[in-house]
């Protein structure tokens, strides 16, 4: 059994900031690649942030300069450092990891967390 727990969403004013953390656990051998998305009402889930193993990164144009994602040293914890927060990063922000379950299994499997609500007032 594989859990992503989340948390660090909240309410918080145009130009706040706020960190969100998401830690695997359970049943895993190694985790590859971790990310985050992002969804609001009616729009189809959007890449946020996502980092490799190696430490590689990418970011969507519209968080690029603001939002930092990194990992911590065993590689099961991705966290959002999100800056100069604006209206329009209010979403459901869902962490993403692609996670290989046994030494003998190199298929990846992608797993997601609930889910936490940030919403950024004007």
């Known amino acids: 059994q594989v859990q992503l727990v989340e948390s660090g969403g909240a309410l918080v004013q145009a130009g706040g900031s706020l960190r969100l953390s998401c830690a695997a656990s359970?049943?895993?051998?190694?985790?590859?690649?971790m990310g985050w998305y992002r969804q609001t009402p009616g729009k189809q889930r959007e890449l946020v942030a996502r980092?490799?193993?190696?430490?590689?990164?990418n970011y969507a144009d519209s968080v690029k300069g603001r939002f930092t994602i990194s990992r911590d040293n065993a590689k099961t914890t991705v966290y959002l450092q999100m800056n100069s927060l604006k209206p329009e990063d209010t979403a459901v922000y869902y962490c993403n990891a692609d996670i290989r379950l046994r030494p003998s299994i190199t298929t990846l499997y992608a797993y997601w967390g609930q889910g936490t609500q940030v919403t950024v007032s004007s």
């Open positions: 359970g049943s895993i051998f190694s985790i590859n690649a």
């Open positions: 980092i490799a193993s190696g430490g590689s990164t």
